[in-house]
């Protein structure tokens, strides 16, 4: 899978990428994901990626030529020279129309934005099926609205709370999206037994020592008795998932059975 992101901070994903398994994914070659800083579609000589909100009120407003430009130029694998400046057409990219524009065909792009669908694992277990994935990051008061009509095919946002920017969305996607590729996680069954996978949150964990504080593991998990170590645990992720989260059981919210 290739995943480019756009944003204003590229330098923020240093930490996020070159961790743990999405550092192993991208050595390995199961994800390449390419970062783009968006100052390079700009036209000006302060590289402005913002302007003054139509209307007036406060704060700043991401610009939709630097947005759009930036996205097609990702799309068809164009340079930054060959779409800046391309807010009234399409880059002429030598007589060839691209294969992907604003507003017609392109690869799955999210922008996100608070008022977008949540990011859930039935949506990442979506994504993950994907051969290409385009993250557009916001900051200011949010993007023009004419990119999230020409740019984005997925609105999605992290939660019902207002961050500073996209890129703290765009590192969960990537984690959440990259550990579902083939061959990421050493043990498979670890995805398919998590939180939300069957509309249910995972059951308790435990290892050693065999006491802690005075409080000790449940017997039946030392018991060796497999069948009755699965009925515990599918008791206890029931049990947990009607006391925190109902809506998994009723389907309405989380990745319920019959979305994964
Ligand atoms: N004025 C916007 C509003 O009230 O909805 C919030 C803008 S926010 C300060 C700047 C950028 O951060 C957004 O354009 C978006 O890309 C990102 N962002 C903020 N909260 C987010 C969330 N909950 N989910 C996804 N992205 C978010």
């Known amino acids: 899978m290739r995943i480019d992101v756009l944003t204003i901070f590229p330098g923020y994903f240093a930490g996020p990428l070159d961790t ?4 192993t994914a991208r050595a390995r070659g199961a994800v390449d994901v390419r970062l783009h800083d968006l100052r390079d579609w700009t036209t ?3 590289r402005s990626v913002d302007d003054a ?6 704060g700043m407003v991401m610009r939709g030529d ?3 430009a930036a996205a097609e130029s990702v799309w068809n694998d164009l340079p930054p020279s060959a779409t800046v400046g391309t807010a009234g057409a399409p880059a002429d990219v030598g007589g060839a129309p691209p294969r992907y524009v604003a ?3 392109r690869p799955r792009t999210v922008v996100f934005t608070p008022r977008g669908r949540p990011l859930t694992q039935a949506l990442v277990r979506e994504l993950a099926d994907e051969d290409r994935l385009v993250l557009v990051c916001g900051r200011y008061e949010g993007i023009d609205e004419r990119v999230h009509e020409l740019v984005a095919t997925d609105e999605v946002s992290l939660g019902d709370y207002v961050l500073m920017g996209g890129e703290v969305a765009a590192a969960a996607m990537v984690e959440a999206v990259v550990r579902l590729l083939p061959g990421v996680l050493g043990n498979a069954a670890s995805a398919a037994e998590e939180s939300f996978e069957g509309g249910l949150l995972e059951h308790p964990l435990y290892t050693r020592p065999p006491e802690l504080r ?3 593991v449940p017997p039946v998990l030392t018991s060796g008795d497999h069948a009755a170590v699965a009925a515990w645990r599918r008791a206890r992720a029931e049990e947990r998932t009607r006391a925190v ?9 989380g990745a319920g059975p019959e979305e994964v």
Request: charged share 20%.
């Open 20 to 23: 743990s398994l999405v550092a």
């Open 44 to 46: 000006d000589r302060h």
């Open 53 to 58: 909100p139509y209307g007036g009120g406060a």
């Open 66 to 68: 630097v947005l759009v």
């Open 103 to 105: 507003g017609g065909a």
């Open 214 to 216: 005075g409080r000790t």
């Open 245 to 253: 989260r109902p809506d998994l059981l009723d389907g309405t919210g």
